[in-house]
């Protein structure tokens, strides 16, 4: 069975910073590029970032870049969100999904084939 399984989110003050991991299992994906999302109440899902199957190159989401950065280690096959400068609009439920294709590609959710469950994140002010 394929898992992705997000954990390091929780409650930080404004201005913090938290480290999300997305661990894979079942399957390896190291040949997958490997992205973030996010999704806040009564909002749609958002892409966050993207890093291709080898770590070479990045994609991000322009409100995001300089305070987020994506990082994966395919020894681990885990894929990681260092989020710093944290701001309550940050808050939401953080996705970790994985893909295969072309990178860059659209920033959309539906290029993506793989899925966690979500891990919440809340910013207080």
């Known amino acids: 069975q394929v898992q992705l399984v997000e954990s390091g989110g929780g409650l930080v003050q404004a201005g913090g910073s938290l480290r999300l991991s997305c661990a894979a299992s079942?399957?390896?994906?190291?040949?997958?590029?490997r992205g973030w999302f996010r999704q806040a109440p009564g909002k749609e899902r958002e892409f966050v970032a993207a890093i291709s199957w080898d770590g070479r190159m990045t994609d991000y989401v322009d409100s995001l870049k300089g305070r987020f950065t994506i990082s994966r280690d395919n020894a681990k096959n885990t894929v990681y969100l260092q989020m710093n400068s944290l701001k309550p609009e940050d808050t939401a439920v953080y996705h970790c999904?994985?893909?295969?294709?072309?990178?860059?590609?659209?920033?959309?959710?539906?290029?993506?084939?793989?899925w966690g469950q979500g891990t919440q994140v809340t910013v207080s002010s």
């Open positions: 999904a994985a893909r295969g294709g072309r990178f860059p590609a659209t920033q959309g959710p539906s290029t993506y084939n793989y």
């Open positions: 079942g399957r390896t994906f190291s040949t997958y590029h």
